[in-house]
T-cell receptor, first 113, second 116 residues
């Protein structure tokens, strides 16, 4: 089964600073990879996904992620944080042979004014 | 837009009660999922269904069962609620042409269940 590790349960950034959220997966075969965001009192919504096309994936709200096979990583970045980016972010991996999506433990982002 | 609706936002139940959590999606999706979300553990899959009347165990099915009698509705059942089932429960759906699909999940807003 796939597993995914998110480094850092909490990240605090200043408004306008770079946001970097780390995600590593365990798989010998590149899976499908996703980033989801959860705003307070809401369900999760898709930020972006990697499906083996371009290794740099652009998502909504200015986020992007880069797939690096050699590092088994799929880190999420945003060049300039906004107060509205305060949320919890989840990395998820889907094995290409079954229906399951496995989630990381999540990273909570706070943005300082 | 896909809408996944969970019938209750908050529920408080007593230990030993039978609890039903209902989820309805309006986009004719084949796949439906139940996750529980706990701080520091992320989302863990309880059960999923890839067709009407079909169900598969996820990673933590113990103490739960599910029902999918109609395509749009997926119910999670706690046969005898216990305090360790206090959690946030998230329902999701996805379109799929088969196993290993890259179709994203669409989530409901969650049901926060407290078992006392």
């Amino acid at each position: 089964a796939q597993s995914v590790t998110q480094l850092g349960s909490h990240v605090s950034v200043s408004e306008g600073a770079l946001v970097l959220l780390r995600c590593n997966y365990s798989s010998s075969v590149p899976p499908y990879l996703f980033w989801y965001v959860q705003y307070p009192n809401q369900g999760l919504q898709l930020l972006l996904k990697y499906t083996s096309a371009a290794t740099l994936v652009k998502g909504i709200n200015g986020f992007e992620a880069e797939f690096k096979k050699s590092e088994t990583s799929f880190h999420l970045t945003k060049p300039s944080a906004h107060m509205s980016d305060a949320a919890e972010y989840f990395c998820a991996v889907s094995d290409r042979s079954d229906y399951k999506l496995s989630f990381g433990a999540g990273t909570t982002v706070t943005v300082r004014a | 837009d896909v809408k996944v609706t969970q019938s209750s936002r908050y529920l408080v139940k007593r230990t030993g009660e039978k609890v039903f959590l209902e989820c309805v999606q309006d986009m004719d999706h084949e796949n439906m999922f139940w996750y529980r979300q706990d701080p520091g553990l992320g989302l863990r899959l309880i059960y999923f269904s890839y067709d009407v009347k079909m169900k598969e165990k996820g990673d933590i099915p113990e103490g739960y069962s599910v029902s999918r009698e109609k395509k749009e509705r997926f119910s999670l059942i706690l046969e005898s609620a216990s305090t360790n089932q206090t959690s946030m429960y998230l329902c999701a759906s996805s379109a799929s042409s088969g196993a290993g699909s890259n179709s994203p999940l669409h989530f409901g807003n969650g049901t926060r269940l407290t078992v006392t």
